[in-house]
C-alpha cells in the first residue's frame, strides 16, 4: 500500500489550548511530549505507541526528540510509531535537537556547519521524515563563530529540512548574539528557547531571559516540568523501584541529595503542595506543577515525559486546574515555595514590554 492510501488518524486538539512559538506563527500545544531517557530507551516496542497514541487522542500533537537520545534510538522509534499510527505528517510538530551527535569523532557534534548539516540529515534519516517543524541548539557552542552557526541553521531551513530553528540552554547573552547576527545578515533568527523551567529551577527563564521575552518575544518549551518526578510526590517516602531516581545512573547524586538537607527541604515542600492540590483543588500535585508552568505567559509549551499512557493521562488533568489557577492560589504556592527569582532592577521606573506598554 503507498503512503497516500494509508488510512490517517484524523486529530482532534479535543479541549487543548494552542499558543504561538514565539513570535513565530507556529502554534504549540500548550502540553507536548518528549523522548528523554523515555520513548526509546526505558520504554520501547508497542508500548511507545501507547503513549504517542494517548498522547495524540488527547490533542497532543507535538513531540520532542533529538539526536542523542537513546542513541538515536529515540528518534527510530518516533518515526516508526508515527508511520504506523498512520499519523498525517500536516497535523504534526516534530522537533529534534543537534548537538551531542552520537560518534566520538571532532566533528560528530557540536554546531559546526558540517555538524549541523549531516546532523539534520542524519536525524531526518532515522525519524523517516523529508523535514522537522523546529530543529533545536540542544546547547550553546562557544568553539564556533556565531556567524557559521546562524548561517548553518538558515541553509537547513531554505533546504525545507526545517521550518524554524531554536536554542536549548543557552544563555541569554548567547541568544541575544544570536538575534544580532542574524539580524545584521538578513537572515532568521532563533524563536524559542528550550529550558528546564519547573518549580525548583526557575532563575534562568524567570529572571535572565525576562528582557528577552519583552524585546523579542522570545517563545520557551520548557523540559523536567515535573524536575523528573519529584513533584508528582513519588519519591515522597524514599525511592520507588522503577522510577527514573532508582533506574537512572546519572540521577546518583539527586538521589543523594534527598538525603541531605536541600534535598529534604524540597521534600517538605512538595507535601506542602500535595496537601494544597488534594484540599484546595482537588487534583495530584503533578497536575499542579504543570499547570502552575501553562499559567506562566512566557511558557509556550510544557513538554511532558512519560513512561505509561496513564501518565500523560493524569498529566493532562494539568488543563482542569489552569482555570481554578486564581492570584490567591499562586501567592500561596509562591509561599510554599519560597524562591520566586527578583525581578531585574527597573530603579523606580515601570517596565514596559516591546510596544511600550505596561
Ligand atoms: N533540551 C534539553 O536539554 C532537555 C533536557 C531534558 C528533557 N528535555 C525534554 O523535555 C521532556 C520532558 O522532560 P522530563 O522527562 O525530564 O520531564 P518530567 O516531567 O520532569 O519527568 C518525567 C518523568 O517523571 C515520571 N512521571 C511523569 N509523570 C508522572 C506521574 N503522573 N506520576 C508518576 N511519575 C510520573 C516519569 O518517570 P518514571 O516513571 O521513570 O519515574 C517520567 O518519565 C523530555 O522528554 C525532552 O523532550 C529537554
Redesign the pocket.
Known sequence: MSDAQVVKLEFDPKNMPFRRLGLSGLRVPLF????????GG?VVGDPVKDIIKTAFDAGINM????EA?AAGKSELEMGRVIKELGLRRTDLII?T?LFWGLRKGPNDGGLSRKHIIEGTQESLARLGLDYVDVI?A??PDNTVPMEEVVRAFNYVIEKGWAFYWAT??WSAREIEEAYHVADKLGLIGPIAE???H?MFHRERPEQEYEPLYKKYGLGT??????????????YNEGI?P???????PMFKSTVKSLQQDEGKEKIRKVRELTKLAHEELQT?P??LA?AWLAKNPNTSTV??????P???T??LKALEVLPKLTDEILEKIERILGNKPAPPPTYGRPSLDRFGRL
Open positions: 507536548s511530549l518528549g523522548g528523554w531517557l523515555t520513548l526505558t513531540f520532542d526528540t533529538a537520545y522537533t535537537k533545536f540542544h546547547r536549548s540552554e528550550q529550558c528546564q519547573n518549551t520548557v523540559w523536567s516540568p515535573l524536575a523528573s518526578g519529584l513533584l508528582t510526590g513519588k520507588p522503577n522510577s527514573r531516581l532508582a533506574t537512572e495530584t503533578a497536575a504543570l513538554i511532558l515525559g512519560a513512561t505509561s496513564e501518565q500523560v493524569e498529566n
